[in-house]
């Protein structure tokens, strides 16, 4: 989303326009008591928001039931630079929704492969994978969602020249973070997206910067991994990217998914 203040007209025309009955939110960018309640309340939405300062943030919004909401995962890991205390980010929460666990999720970036919050990034997404892995493990027919901006390609196709990436040792396609990406499927969850919307060439994030979107240069980093009961449900899915366009725009599309009641 990247800042949900200034983008606040952009979302609610696309609630209107997508009928839309569960919305996940990530780098919400704000504090919880300047967050746009109003603007979800007024259109039906219950909502729920996870922010504890300028960077960061996660909310979900739904007019199907907002139950049980939880600010972090079990043993989400803190970031704290060297010489300075850990702090826990506002990167991911769920609430209960017509029966699904949805986790909207922001992974860390990573900033470089030899920075400091790249084991960070590995070590959110191995606590993250352990704790849906139980969710599933205690109840095989529990409906969990694991959305957001995972800030990872997983395979070649998912960014506009791999070799730029790996020659010049950018991250998200690293070994690791696609070991990391991987493991969520041997755990059992399936990215519930990909079988409608195959690539190459087909993406999720444009960077602002040197015209990447009109020249189709773009990354597929958000996804929808969901558990064998949930994934079973799955009759469709699909990336707008129209709404990438225009003033305002976020540098992500909406990520959708249709489910058989």
Not at 28 to 45: A, I, V
Not at 167 to 177: D, G, L
Not at 181 to 194: L, Y
Request: aromatic share 10%.
């Amino acid at each position: 989303m990247n800042s949900l203040r200034a983008r606040a007209d952009r979302v609610e025309a696309w609630l209107q326009r997508s009928d839309c009955d569960v919305l996940a939110i990530q780098e919400t960018k704000c504090k919880d008591d300047n967050f746009p309640w109003e603007l979800f309340e007024r259109m039906g939405y219950e909502v729920a928001h996870f922010g504890v300062n300028q960077w960061n943030g996660v909310a979900i919004a739904s007019r199907v039931g907002l139950e049980d909401v939880e600010r972090t995962f079990l043993d989400q890991p803190s970031f704290g630079k060297a010489g300075k205390d850990p702090v826990q980010e506002a990167r991911a929460m769920a609430a209960t929704c017509a029966g699904v666990r949805i986790w909207s999720l922001y992974v860390p970036n990573g900033r470089s492969l030899d920075d400091e919050h790249m084991p960070y990034k590995l070590k959110w997404l191995e606590s993250l994978k352990t704790h849906a892995q139980e969710l599933v493990t205690q109840d095989p027919g529990a409906q969990v969602a694991l959305m957001g901006d995972w800030n990872i390609a997983p395979f070649d196709e998912d960014v506009w020249d791999i070799d730029l990436f790996v020659n010049n040792r950018y991250t998200h396609v690293s070994p690791p973070e696609r070991a990391a990406f991987h493991a969520f499927e041997s755990a059992g969850f399936t990215d519930v997206v990909r079988p409608y919307t195959p690539g190459p060439g087909v993406y999720t994030y444009w960077d602002y910067t040197q015209l990447r979107f009109p020249k189709k240069e773009g990354m597929r980093i958000d996804f929808v991994l969901a558990s064998p009961a949930l994934a079973a449900r799955v009759t469709g899915a699909s990336i707008d990217r129209e709404e990438r366009k225009g003033k305002g725009a976020s540098d992500h599309a909406p990520v959708l998914v249709e489910l058989a009641d």
